[in-house]
């Protein structure tokens, strides 16, 4: 199995303050990836470094050629601006814009295609709805039919289940499947234990620096996550700036 991005002694923060620390390892290509951890472990950053949003402070990650244009990244809701007078569609269509650009004409059979996609979410006869008008659950689901018309071979999610009901993770899960069947690869920061076991079969348990990684089974063992509790116990923001490897 090839690699999606490896991961050599990484280490991601912010002014030089590490919220990952010397993380190695490889997300190979089509896997299906949870990462979990206490509140504050870097989940976040490290899909940001991921991405490419974020550069490393220290060690190297390997994107092995693959653009960021070809990788689907969702943040958590609560990055996104939902006050931008744009309709249903339109948000969906903007996911074209990889292989068409911002400002070409949207032919009727990529308009055709993004209604296909809010079919697929069951979205069906929101295509003309505000945008702020949904409830989260209905704009998350607008969120990943924009990301099937991506098309991307790397999808990164960031609490894609968060604050929305049961009904809409369950079709949203549905989705993920499909995605992993189809051998993309997909990595998605979650926080809900049960909807992992049943859902991922590789997890990345971190608590800033790495806890376990590999089989969920064997991730998600009580003395990984009591051991990932004991390090966010000992967490001390006021700590001095981590310099190894550092100018």
Known sequence: MSVAFD???VTL????HPAVHHLSGQFKSGSLTAVVGPNGSGKSTLLKGLMGLLRPLDGRIDRHGVRRSAIAYLPQQSDIDRSFPISVIDTVILGHWRRIGMFRRVSHALR???EEALISVGLQGF????IGSLSAGQFQRVLFARMLLQDAPIVLLDEPFTAIDSKTTM???????RWH??????????HDHEQVRENFPETLLLAREPVAWGPTAEVLRAEHLFKARRMAESWD???AVCRRGFP
């Open 7 to 9: 991961l050599d002694d």
């Open 13 to 16: 923060g912010y002014q030089r």
């Open 112 to 114: 055709q295609q993004a």
């Open 127 to 130: 295509a003309q709805r505000q």
């Open 171 to 177: 079709d949203l899960i549905a989705v993920l499947r």
């Open 181 to 190: 069947a189809e051998k993309r690869t997909v990595i998605a920061v979650l």
């Open 237 to 239: 923001d006021r700590a």
